[in-house]
């Protein structure tokens, strides 16, 4: 007798509903399944990721809930326009980072960011506790000190994160961790262009960050993170 683990038979629909889900998700992100045209009917999508008729349909409620595609009996399933999609959910953003031509999508990322992150600065040199300006100054460090091009995304993503954690406003520390998954792909973007002698004014730009920050002025903060983002923006120009 063969015994099977409990949940297997879930664990392998939920697998395959992943599968669908990603192919799916990643073709419509890019236009392979432009605004407003018919997603293949489910018997065919079944046949095209060899899984059952169940899989599709839960592959199908997940990207609903993206706000990718919409379902109508009798109709089908088309879809929906862009600026419909869920834009905050971790896997459209993660599929827009992987577009061949992302720069559209960096740009929007570039205003949002230039909304919030001076903000949070601002905030930020308001709460800030000594030990917090000693923890971004050592971030900062970290800049300019990673091993790799790898080292200094993930530097970038932590040094801007903990400013909008020191906020003290949940809605920007919950937005950030939202868009990380962006955030890295486009720090690490940024290093990859960045020159070695183009560092130093790199790691000055967020200096200044935590050094308004720490002299208590909001109104400098604000401006000094407005430059950093400005100054990342025209890498991607």
């Known amino acids: 007798m063969t015994f099977v683990a409990s949940g297997g038979a879930d664990a392998r629909v939920g697998n395959h509903t992943y599968q669908v889900v990603e192919q799916l998700g990643r073709a419509i992100v890019a236009g392979e399944y432009p605004p407003e045209t018919m997603i293949p009917l489910d018997p065919d999508i079944s046949e095209m990721f ?23 009996a009798k109709v089908g399933t088309h879809v929906r326009p862009a600026e419909e ?6 896997d459209v953003l993660r599929w827009h980072t992987a577009l061949k031509n992302a720069r559209p999508f960096f740009e929007e990322l570039f205003q ?12 930020a040199a308001l709460r800030a506790s000594e030990s917090e300006c000693e923890l971004l100054s050592q971030l900062c460090d970290n800049l300019g000190s990673g091993p790799d091009r790898a080292a200094a995304a993930v530097a970038d993503l932590e040094f801007h994160k903990m400013i909008l954690k020191i906020s003290g406003n949940r809605f920007l520390q919950s937005l950030g961790d939202l868009v990380q998954a962006a955030l890295y792909s486009l ?51």
């Open 50 to 72: 060899s899984v059952s008729r169940t899989v599709v349909r839960e592959a199908k409620k997940t990207l609903i809930a993206k706000g990718l595609i919409m379902s109508k």
């Open 85 to 90: 999609w869920n834009m905050f959910d971790p």
């Open 112 to 123: 949002i960011r230039l909304i919030f992150e001076p903000a949070a600065a601002s905030s």
């Open 187 to 237: 720090f690490m973007a940024e290093a990859n262009e960045r020159s070695d002698s183009e560092s130093s004014a790199f790691v000055a730009r967020h200096r200044a960050i935590v050094q308004a920050i720490a002299a208590r002025a909001p109104e400098e903060a604000h401006a000094a993170m407005t430059a950093v983002i400005i100054a990342g923006r025209s890498v991607h120009s």
